[in-house]
């Protein structure tokens, strides 16, 4: 295949805010193998990673049916398989091809997950899951799609389980990195600063379905949002 086309087909079905925003970060193959590893990670999350990853992986038990929305950098993707174990069943959903391509080659050494490209705000399952999970994605979508995404990850959550959320928060005014994350919202994360501004169950007209919590990392920079079923 000439590499034109081979670019061309990591761009199918991608949605036009994915290119036009989030090309260089997710979308062009060429970037996605510069920025995944576990060191750009730490930078990027000011040496939290290890301990967002703990607060996600904590809210997930042994053998628990998982639905996560998207791919993460970094091995993220293999300490969930790994804590899930193989009597679990993990689902991820990406709807970047080269997301989807990283993905498998860091998962299909675990049979009990499956892997799909498809949007997560449409994906549809015949059983429910004890965990639905988004790990720093919805700070990167538009508003609509938030309600989407938010929507439908509720609607898969199992009677007695929940939904986790790890994402962006409104920084504390103390916090000397929140004129930073201000100027990076600008510049290249246009759909952060509703993060901000709202709770994630204000993104969702399901909350009443749901008993809500939530914490705060590093001075207000990150949230552990925890929605659970009510019975």
């Known amino acids: 295949m000439k590499p034109e086309r081979l670019l061309s087909s990591y761009y199918s079905g991608v949605p036009d805010y994915m290119?036009?925003?989030?090309?260089?970060?997710?979308?062009?193959?060429?970037?996605?193998?510069?920025l995944d590893n576990n060191l750009v990670v730490w930078i990027l999350l000011f040496g939290?990673?290890?301990?967002?990853i703990k607060a996600y992986l904590n809210e997930i038990d042994s053998g628990s049916r998982v639905w996560q929305v998207a791919h993460v950098y970094g091995d993220q993707l293999q300490q969930l398989a790994q804590k899930i174990g193989p009597t679990g069943q993990l689902e991820l959903t990406d709807i970047?091809?080269?997301?989807?391509?990283?993905a498998h080659q860091k998962l299909d050494a675990?049979?009990?997950?499956?892997?799909?490209?498809c949007d997560s705000a449409y994906f549809k399952s015949?059983?429910?899951f004890d965990v639905v999970g988004s790990f720093f994605l919805l700070h990167e979508v538009p508003d609509e799609k938030k309600r989407q995404i938010i929507d439908n990850m509720l609607e898969h959550v199992a009677e007695g389980g929940k939904a986790v959320f790890i994402d962006y928060h409104r920084p504390?005014?103390?916090q000397p990195i929140r004129q930073i994350l201000k100027l990076v919202n600008i510049v290249l994360e246009p759909f952060a600063f509703s993060i901000w501004d709202h709770e994630i169950k204000d993104f969702t007209g399901k909350a009443d379905?749901?008993?809500w919590s939530k914490k705060t990392f590093f001075g207000g920079v990150y949230q552990y949002t925890v929605a659970k079923r009510i019975a």
């Open 19 to 34: 290119v036009d925003v989030y090309d260089w970060a997710y979308v062009n193959p060429k970037w996605v193998a510069k």
């Open 48 to 52: 939290n990673a290890s301990r967002l």
């Open 96 to 102: 970047t091809p080269i997301q989807i391509e990283h």
């Open 110 to 117: 675990y049979p009990w997950v499956n892997i799909q490209c």
């Open 126 to 128: 015949s059983e429910k």
């Open 172 to 174: 504390a005014r103390w």
């Open 209 to 211: 379905k749901f008993v």
